[in-house]
């Protein structure tokens, strides 16, 4: 079957990316124009730009209805509501880590870096919607190069150069082997676009170890974008030594676009035969992925809570949380290929949109933080509350969210993945969560414990907050308790959505 | 097996590649290195040329040898110190071990797709009598797929945008520092 030509639908499938590029672009242009008193005002231009190309693409970009006139540009992406809603919840990401870096005084007046870190976004953006294996791949590329760049952008401080060059290595490698699983899989098939790919590997006859082989490779690159074990090595470093703003770009923007375009590629290029029709002689080989998925999942979600047990540091600690985290969603991965009602993917879609929420909320209380006190040690949050009520109540809220607590986003966003689980016939992979989960209710409580009922030497000194972390912890803050209390079924409606798109194929 | 012209050029071009490549990662000098790499990616020119491409052939030449590998060799000569490494560590036998399956593994999974594409022998490919024609005009294809909007025009553009981010970004990374700015912007503006 042929791709759509519609031009004008073409133009608004692309529409954010085009508006970002453009945005980049003038943030280049003003960092040259504008005066050096007046250049910390580019990162309200790139926050509010970016959080403004959200309202753009809600209002006039939807979706079109039919599949065949989704698939666009030579069938490179697909415009559909997964898109769309991974889209709106990497460009906040992105929009909240501008407006954080306002915070950063070495950062916070370079048009450069605003301009680096939208280029990041875009790609992650694309990430969310690529259809095609080389898209797929630049996408990819684009969000890991321009991040190898921004983690080690503070020159002079040798933990950030130190973690922008393991981030490199670590990645160069990943991308490497994940290109040579995507060429092993167009060598088979003679398709680049990840719909007609799937149809041709489910109605060839290729040996099972072959295929087995190709998706390991791929599953390399996806499993060190989302931090999952054993790929996740790079990451309490690159967590500790970048700037933080890069940090919460890390575990949010190019976290939600691994994970959409994860679940797209696998659903698509290895479909559960019930899909392609149910034709006779169909290879089925989504066993392969869920297999593989679970595992990560068990080994991701027990090490991550178990080595954040130990850790002193607030940016450690999250590092290794990002990385039970990425064991939870890989639940809802495994999930996903057995449900045609789509719940496993609209859980993952709805926990990816909580936790990009609930991180920019974590990482900004601790550039605060740390900006205040030089410091990053959990010891040194000891009396917060007294010294900056709102601020720790943030803190709090947002740990309460990861650890899975009512009323925050994180408690819905973890009965939904379990019971995706459940209702997939995996209750094992549910319990490990569950035990994991009570696990992480211990570290994550110790930083609230310290913050309310330790006293610390400088009790009563609050901490300053600007206005544009106002802004940006207001939104997050507000996004988790909505989303956890009252606003709950209208985002599980629209992630519901989205995920139906998931299970239309060609 | 039947020796022909062009499976003994393709054992040839092999060797090129792969002795090259060994010679890069077990010579000490670094700059002998850089220049066996120059080898081996010749080697895979000559290896795209067999295969009757010779755009990549061609492309192969000027920007891996012609200006990557001479990056290298300039990085090299510019970074004093660093001319003298020792190729190995302690993990080598590891590192070989892990080769040595991954290679098995890969060949394990040739092999049969080998068979069932009716292939024998690892120089049937280049000994094929009557070998598809290639189109006179696949280069001026190449290229109109590249600003075709149902061809590859989103990917082009989208690495276009990259190599202006990675540009921009490499430039803020090794540029001199301009006096405190690096440091703190003016008071004013921090405050």
Known sequence: ????????????????????????????????????????????????????????????????????????????????????IFRAMVILGGALSCLVTMGVPRLQHRGDFYAVLIVAVVGASLMSAAADLIMA?????????????????????????????????????????????????????????????????????LPDGAVAVSLALVAVGFAFKISAVPFHFWTPDVYEGAPTPITTLLSTASKAGSVALLMRFFLAVFPPAGLLGALEGVKDYSALWV???????????TLGNVLALVQTNIKRLLAYSTIAHAGYILIGVAAISTDKSAEGAAAVTFYMFMYVLTNALAFGVVILFANATGSEQIADFAGLSRRSPWLALAMTLALLSLAGIPPAAGFVGKFLLFRAAVDANMVWLALVGIINVIIGLYYYLIVVKVMYMERGPEDGRPVRVDTPYVWALGI?????????????????????EAARALYILL | MELTVESLVFLLFS??????????????????????????????????????????????????????????????????????????????IAGVVVAVVLFALLVSIVTPLMSELGVEGWSAVFTEKNPPPVPADSMARLGEAFVDPQGYMLPFEVASVLLMAALVGAVMLVRPARGAEDEAPQAGAQE
């Open chain 1, 137 to 205: 791949f630049i996408a990819l590329e684009m969000t890991s190069i321009t991040l190898y760049l921004l983690v080690g952008y503070l020159r002079g401080d040798v933990r950030s150069s130190e973690a922008g060059l393991k981030y490199f290595l670590f990645g160069a490698f990943t991308s490497a082997l994940t290109l040579y699983g995507l060429s092993l899989l167009y060598g088979f098939t003679g398709e680049t676009n990840i719909y007609r790919l799937g149809g041709v590997l489910g109605r060839s006859d």
């Open chain 1, 291 to 301: 297999q593989l998925v679970a595992v990560l999942s068990v080994v991701s979600m």
């Open chain 1, 1 to 84: 079957m042929d791709f759509s030509t519609d031009v004008q639908a073409s133009v608004l499938a692309v529409l954010p990316e085009i508006l970002m590029t453009i945005l980049a672009v003038a943030l280049l242009a003003l960092d040259v124009v504008w005066p050096d008193a007046r250049k910390r005002d580019l990162g309200y231009v790139a926050g509010v730009g970016l959080l403004a190309v959200i309202g753009v693409m809600l209002v006039l970009a939807p979706p079109p209805g039919e599949v065949s006139d989704q698939l666009l540009l030579g069938g490179m992406i697909r415009h559909d509501q997964l898109a769309q």
């Open chain 1, 476 to 496: 997050a803050a507000a996004g988790v308790l909505l989303f956890g209390t009252i606003m709950v079924s209208p985002l599980v409606d629209w992630a519901t």
């Open chain 2, 15 to 92: 060797l090129i590649t792969l002795g090259g490549a060994l010679m890069v990662v077990t010579t000490r000098n670094l700059f002998h290195a850089a220049l066996f790499l120059m080898l081996s990616l010749f080697g895979v020119a000559g290896l795209f040329a067999l295969l009757t491409a010779p755009f990549l052939a061609g492309i192969q030449v000027v920007v891996y040898i012609g200006a990557i590998a001479i990056l290298i060799i300039f990085a090299i000569m510019l970074t004093p110190q660093v001319t003298a490494v020792r190729p190995t560590n302690s993990q080598w």
